[in-house]
């Protein structure tokens, strides 16, 4: 993946004071050219429509490596984004899982419970979490038939190759419901720009092709009902991770995005080092109901199984020992880091919600605190344990 790094050269860090608006500038100002994307329709505001020219390509089973090599192009080389019209053509479809998931709003409703949220007020908006298995469990039938798209396919596997995962989120925004700052997305847009930074610049580079963002449209979305805002072609500059928590980077994105409207069964899929932010719902009654797709490479994960929580209850007397008798702060989070979870995800986000922070605690964060404490291994062990259940998934 091609990114521009700041005016200090190519460095192996990246760091928020370094970043510089008119190197961003320079790099957003790319222009989006239909030529160079044959299956491509059209181009709105820098962005990638495809339409009919692809869904004939698909249905009559032309070479899809080739279509797929345009998609993946388009995510990297262009703009960074690209928008289906009517990638659920059946209106009917969309339909029956857009009534499934006010199924499962009411029913979380009914049991007290809201979706807490990274960017909104926990109740703002309804969110389901974890909708994917959710909704293969309630109402397996529907589940079929919408997930059997052949547009979420075609991009899945033109981004991550085959093999790839899928999860799911319900977001409703409800009339009033405020805009997000803008941001980057999972996985390190889920973290401050300080623990951003402590990645190495190759790193941030990396990350955006382990996830495919995307969103289905449940209903049609005018511009006053705030479909998302987006920044073409900045998934390019190569510190954004740390960049986009600048308020001169947010007061620039905010003069310089596009939005664009949707209808119900559109599609917009976008790498996730994109710019981009929700929009406000000014609208009087649309709850705009969006399916948040985010795919991911089969390849996220380590080669063995590994019992982290026994094995932080079993090290966390030595660790108490050790602090005790002088050793270096950084020794002891040596041996955390060796040991202990240290990211947050994937987790159960309706027990474990990102509240007050971008995400939820970690199992290695919760060790050092404990210790920073010196707490008593018992009391560490049980908060070990209610982690863990918090993140388990919940039998349906």
Known sequence: MT?????????????????NIEDFAAVVSATTSLEDYPFADTVEQNVLIYGPRLHSAVDSREDLSEIQAELARALTEGPGIVVFKGAFPDPAVVDRTTQAFNRLIEAQKAAGSTGGDHFAKPGANDRVWGALDKLALAEPAVFAEYYGSKILALVSE?????????????????PGGQAQRAHRDYHLGFMSSEQAAAYP?????????????????HCDMPLESGPTLYLPHSHKYGPGYVAFHRQDFTEYFQEHHVQLPLRKGDAVFFNPALFHGAGTNVSADIKRMANLLQVSSAFGRAMETVDRVAMSKSLYPILLGLQDSGTPAELLHNIIAASAEGYAFP?????????????????????????????????LNDALDALATRGMTEEK
Request: glycine share 6%; aromatic share 4%.
């Open 158 to 174: 033109a981004w991550l190759g085959p093999n790839y995962q899928v999860t799911s989120q319900v977001n409703v925004v409800n």
């Open 3 to 19: 990114a521009t790094p700041t005016t200090a050269g190519s460095p192996r860090w990246f760091h928020a004071e370094d970043c």
């Open 201 to 217: 610049a190759h790193t941030h580079l990396l990350t955006p092709t382990l996830t495919l963002q995307g969103a289905v449209a």
């Open 347 to 379: 987790t159960n986000l309706d027990r474990d919600q990102p509240i007050g922070g971008l995400a939820p605690l970690s199992q290695a964060e919760l060790v050092a605190e404990h210790l920073e404490r010196n707490a008593a291994p018992t009391e």
